[in-house]
């Protein structure tokens, strides 16, 4: 049985940076939980932060990636740096995903750590760009296939294609 990698914030746990959840009532979700499916995560509590703890954002080039290749970095809204943080909850994510043999994940969009289809820029204006997450990016440089919050059903059929169903 193939094994799901999903951000603890959409199983309702309060990790979140403001000390809530981004909890998601999809079926497919509670399914997966109830098959034993998922390894849960949170990359920036399982990096050591606190709950709750100031907003971070990346800042710098290629998001992620960039911060992966240390040329970018993650700073709180007090300016505080936190990268090392997220590098090693990006890593123990990916050691989950070796330990399981994890190749799906699901996480919170939007997160500078789980972000898929955008991250905020680093200004704290509430604007967005285009790119992944820390821990995203590391986990799709390692072959995982990486789906959010709102592609649950894409995520489903991918697994479905994994699992010889189709």
């Known amino acids: 049985m193939e094994k799901i990698l999903v951000s603890a914030c959409l199983l309702g746990a309060k990790v979140r940076y403001h000390g809530g959840d981004a909890a998601s009532d999809h079926p497919i979700l509670r399914r997966w939980c109830d098959e034993g499916r998922l390894v849960v995560v949170c990359p920036e509590r399982d990096g050591g932060l606190p ?72 200004s704290f204006s509430g604007a967005r760009v285009d790119g992944l997450g820390v821990t995203t990016a590391l986990l799709e440089s390692h072959g995982v296939r990486v789906f959010d919050e709102r592609s649950i059903d894409d995520a489903h059929a991918f697994l479905e294609q994994l699992e010889g169903w189709r």
């Open 51 to 122: 709950t709750p703890r100031p907003p971070a954002e990346i800042v710098g080039p290629g998001a992620g990636a960039g911060v992966i290749a240390r040329l970018a970095v993650v700073r709180t809204s007090t300016t505080i740096d936190v990268t090392e943080a997220f590098r090693r909850g990006a890593e123990i994510a990916l050691d989950a995903v070796t330990q399981h043999r994890i190749r799906i994940a699901v996480l919170k969009d939007g997160s500078p750590s789980c972000g898929r289809s955008f991250v905020y820029d680093g």
